[in-house]
């Protein structure tokens, strides 16, 4: 069984999340969400309500669950059994961001691949950060984040 996590803090989950995940679905038999909790980090919405959100937005999908987990992202693949990680870059500097940690995870667990998928360029300026700034500062982000999440938002 082909497993494949796609980590991140979705804080919140953008629509470049979501055609990422879309475009990701039908090459493994399972993807998990894995909504990394990192105590260190300024969160703008709780793992509950980030979890939550994930819920709704993929209820329909038979091949997408979603967990939380702590610690670092290799030991959260072993625990599922995941052999791929999937990974998704806007720009160059994502890219060597995403290259260095695939390189060092790979030395850590050489059984896992990272799988880079390439963002649309309708997508490439949608950041979880910038729609977090909108979000503190009361605009419509309703643009960006996916329609289920709204509600939630």
Avoid at 25 to 36: A, N, Y
């Amino acid at each position: 069984m082909k497993i494949a996590l796609f980590p991140g803090s979705f804080d919140p989950i953008t629509i470049a999340h979501v055609n990422i995940l879309q475009r990701a679905t039908p090459l493994f038999d399972k993807i998990v969400i894995g909504i990394g909790l990192n105590s260190s980090k300024q969160n703008f919405l709780t793992a509950e309500q980030r979890l939550q959100i994930l819920e709704t937005v993929f209820q329909g999908y038979q091949n997408i669950e979603i967990q939380t987990y702590e610690g670092l992202t290799v030991d959260f693949c072993r625990k599922i059994n995941a052999t791929y990680m999937v990974r998704g870059i806007r720009s160059a500097s994502d890219f060597e961001y995403e290259r260095a940690i695939a390189q060092i995870n790979q030395t850590m667990m050489p059984e896992v691949e990272t799988i880079l998928l390439l963002s649309k360029p309708e997508y490439s300026a949608i950041s979880s950060t910038i729609v977090r700034d909108i979000l503190r500062n009361h605009g419509d982000v309703s643009p960006f984040v996916p329609k289920e999440a709204l509600g939630f938002l």
